[in-house]
């Protein structure tokens, strides 16, 4: 069915966002959700045009999600830009932009919290990430499980770039039957293979020519250990590799079984892998991950 497209909207408030949704699929239009904490690039802009090649309508949410973010991150200096982003996705074609203000998003007196998995069940949520970054799959479960229970979409689109959220973001769909379709989308790179993240935006001139090694030294680890090489040796000399190209400290480079993220228990890689890695030029740190 075609439907002439609607003119861009914003909206605030979780009845207007259920309303706007209602009225489409009166029209039998399916629509796609794009969760996003703002400040967007190419990479955003991908999952939109992804979600618009999958459903008629597209609701990219904006907002800066203050439980994924421990005390001393950057929930405050992390950009805010909301009037760049709602332009970028007009252009995009997204039909409407949800930007809840943090009291909409978490009401007064809110006290549920989701964990999606820990150390008795094991599950995506653990290590890594999760060991760096204690508060983040909480907050981050919390919030998408609102925004999929928000939106009601048929699809919810997120980027591989974080592929452990992906992870856990499949794992709290599965677990909670909820029926949204969560699709993962591979990460959208620059010219030299840096991975488009909004904290780029932090990185000087000098800092994002390092940056840009990053890339090249995970996909050389990552072809090695698929070569057989233990992985083991594959992740030191990955991390030695990440120090001398110029970053100040590392949290994690491992390889781990794609789907749960489990380390392979030979030593070796056997079936489908990725290689993942934290790390931290000046104040920026950065993430990055490929398949193997
Ligand atoms: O990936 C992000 O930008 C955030 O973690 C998400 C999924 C929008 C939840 O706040």
């Not at 861009?8 to 996003?36: E, Y």
């Not at 992390?78 to 997204?94: E, V």
């Not at 760096?132 to 919030?143: D, N």
Request: with cysteine; glycine share 8%; aromatic share 6%.
């Amino acid at each position: 069915m075609t439907a002439s497209l609607d003119a861009f909207r914003i909206v605030r408030t979780v009845a207007d966002l259920r309303a706007a949704v209602r009225a489409w699929r009166a029209q039998g239009l399916t629509v796609a959700l794009v969760p996003t904490m703002g400040a967007l690039h190419a990479g955003h802009l991908h999952l939109v045009a992804e979600g618009l090649k999958r459903a008629d309508r597209v609701v990219t949410s904006v907002f800066v999600n203050p439980t994924q973010f421990a005390a001393h991150e950057d929930l405050g200096a992390y950009p805010r830009q909301q009037d760049r982003d709602a332009k970028l996705l007009d252009q995009t074609g997204c039909a409407l932009m949800f930007a809840p203000t943090v009291d909409e998003m978490y009401a007064a007196g809110a006290v549920t919290r989701i964990t999606v998995g820990d150390a008795e069940t094991g599950g995506p949520s653990q290590g890594l990430e999760g060991a760096f970054r204690p508060q983040m799959f909480g907050g981050v479960a919390l919030v998408v499980a609102k925004l999929l229970n928000q939106a009601q979409a048929d699809i919810a689109v997120f980027g591989e770039k974080d592929w452990q959220q992906l992870m856990v973001v499949r794992r709290l769909a599965l677990d909670l039957d909820i029926p949204t379709e969560i699709v993962g989308v591979p990460t959208v790179r620059d010219e030299h293979g840096l991975a488009l993240s909004s904290r780029n935006a932090y990185l000087s001139a000098e800092e994002l020519d390092v940056a840009r090694r990053l890339n090249v030294i995970l996909r050389q680890a990552g072809e090695k250990a698929r070569a057989g090489r233990p992985i083991a040796g594959a992740e030191r000399e990955a991390y030695d590799a990440i120090l001398k190209a110029g970053f100040d400290t590392i949290d994690y480079v491992a390889i781990r079984r794609a789907e749960d993220l489990a380390a392979f228990p030979s030593g070796v890689i056997e079936g489908d892998a990725r290689i993942l890695t934290a790390a931290r030029i000046g104040r920026t740190r950065l993430i990055d991950n490929m398949a193997v």
